[in-house]
């Protein structure tokens, strides 16, 4: 299952001009994420295979909630400048690691992080399952604008989660005659899927430097 894993955002918050009221701003972003989860609201259940012995997912929403982690640590902002010489470097800026995000995981995860230097990081972490790179954007600009007060929670616009209007078995076969053949499933003719049972995700930090530009481009 290639969704089986999280999206990680580090977002770098330098040090404020003015004198920062710590549990203020705190305040203001745990409530801000949980207006933000209102029409986001399966990113405040759990994901986990169906039980019916149909293959897919679903999504069970009784109120879980997402996870918010707040933690100090004795970096600078300015360390974030470059590249992280291996890519567990930053890990405990978003310390909850999640191993499998079907096994009752939050799927969202928002760790607020205090540097030494009056700085901030916030380390969010998405179920690919639930969210892709657009999707996460959309959660990610709404909750800075909520936090902000760029955006008023009463004038969100609905979200729509009606992804069954995409299966055609819920139509009416006397009124809905239209062939979808992109719902069906293709037959593995060449073991296709035999070649990805193991696989792991995996990641690479490449420096701005010429040397590691090339290795890029010949990959």
């Given at each position: 299952m290639f969704l089986r894993?999280?999206?990680?955002?580090?977002?770098?918050?330098?040090?404020?001009?003015?004198?920062?009221?710590?549990?203020?701003?705190?305040n203001r972003i745990k409530a801000a994420?949980?207006?933000?989860?209102v029409p986001y609201y399966p990113l405040a259940g759990r994901v986990r295979a169906r039980t019916n012995g149909s293959v897919g997912l679903e999504v069970v929403c009784r109120a879980q909630g997402a996870a918010f982690i707040q933690a100090a640590s004795d970096l600078t902002a300015k360390e974030f400048e470059g590249a992280p010489r291996h890519n567990t470097q930053w890990r405990k800026l978003l310390s909850l690691q999640v191993t499998d995000v079907l096994k009752g995981a939050p799927p969202l995860v928002v760790?607020?992080?205090?540097?030494?230097?009056?700085?901030?990081?916030?380390?969010?972490?998405?179920n690919h399952c639930l969210c892709d790179g657009i999707g996460s954007a959309e959660f990610l600009n709404l909750f800075a604008e909520?936090?902000?007060?760029?955006?008023?929670?009463?004038?969100?616009?609905r979200?729509?989660?009606?992804?069954y209007l995409m299966d055609p078995n819920i139509y009416n076969k006397r009124i809905y005659q239209q062939n979808h053949p992109e719902f069906k499933k293709v037959p593995?003719?060449?073991?296709f899927d035999s070649q990805f049972s193991q696989l792991a995700p995996t990641s690479v930090t490449f420096n701005r430097s010429r040397d590691a530009l090339n290795l890029l481009l010949e990959i």
């Open positions: 894993f999280t999206i990680e955002y580090l977002l770098v918050y330098k040090p404020s001009r003015h004198v920062l009221d710590k549990p203020a701003a705190v994420l949980g207006r933000a989860l760790q607020l992080t205090w540097l030494s230097d009056g700085s901030a990081t916030l380390g969010v972490g998405f909520l936090a902000t007060g760029k955006q008023k929670f009463t004038e969100l616009k979200q729509v989660w009606s992804r593995d003719l060449c073991n």
